[in-house]
């Protein structure tokens, strides 16, 4: 049973460029969050979808991050017009519709912005 | 969710066991202990996970204190690959799913 795909593992990006960051649940998992980790700092939530819905967004910063995650394909964290400051590794968890079942992680996505 | 309090590190002997403690003294009814580590810049790896009864899987075993004010994350027989940052998360159990808050854990040091 694949884990939890995030891609691609390292993208560079030059500032006011766009990154697209993908993700793809394990198989049966119908939850999708997002979580950034800054450079020796702890891992910090973003966002939490469902098929189609934006569940909760209170840890995405208010300007030109999204996410989706569509009926069909992996979820996608997109990050308009980078800055310097959006270095970071971005992770993806997953987890089954119980609410109280663990989420599983994916090997994350290093974005490092020139 | 309540907040959790860790110890900054601990070291071990390799092929010892070790014993992680966490305080977690505002815990609510309905909300559960979640335990998982980060090796490296790894994606964080579920351990285990418990609401009130003590638990045990092929990792470790998680040992909560009958007020639920505290637990124990316990590796058997330490290796060196056990080397890690342990996050120990409280989270209550949300209509649809857990969003989990990390802290600054506790780093694992795992000696030969």
């Known amino acids: 049973n694949a884990g939890v795909m995030q891609n691609p593992r390292h993208l560079v990006r030059r500032r006011g460029q766009e990154a697209r960051l993908r993700c793809s649940p394990m198989?049966?998992?119908?939850?999708v969050y997002w979580y950034r980790q800054l450079p020796e700092e702890g891992l910090k939530f973003m966002v939490y979808?469902?098929?189609?819905?934006?569940?909760?967004e209170s840890g995405m910063p208010k300007e030109r991050f999204s996410a989706e995650f569509p009926k069909e394909g992996p979820s996608i964290l997109r990050i308009q017009q980078v800055v310097r400051g959006d270095s970071a590794a971005y992770f993806c968890?997953?987890?089954?519709?119980?609410?109280?079942?663990?989420?599983?992680f994916g090997d994350g996505t290093r974005l490092s912005i020139l | 969710d309540a907040k959790t309090t860790q110890p900054p590190s601990m070291d071990c002997a390799e092929g010892r066991a070790a014993n992680l403690p966490c305080n977690h003294s505002?815990?609510?009814?309905?909300?559960?202990v979640y335990w998982y580590r980060q090796i490296h810049s790894q994606g964080p790896q579920y351990i285990i996970h418990g609401l009130k009864n003590n638990e045990t899987n092929e990792m470790a075993s998680l040992i909560i204190t009958e007020d639920r004010k505290s637990s124990t994350l316990i590796l058997p027989h330490a290796t060196l690959r056990d080397t890690a940052v342990y996050y120990c998360i409280v989270s209550h159990r949300m209509e649809y799913g857990n969003k989990l808050v990390f802290g600054a854990g506790t780093i694992l040091r795992v000696k030969s």
């Open positions: 198989k049966g998992h119908s939850h």
């Open positions: 968890a997953s987890s089954p519709p119980e609410g109280s079942q663990p989420q599983h």
């Open positions: 505002t815990i609510s009814g309905n909300e559960y």
């Open positions: 979808l469902q098929k189609e819905n934006i569940i909760d």
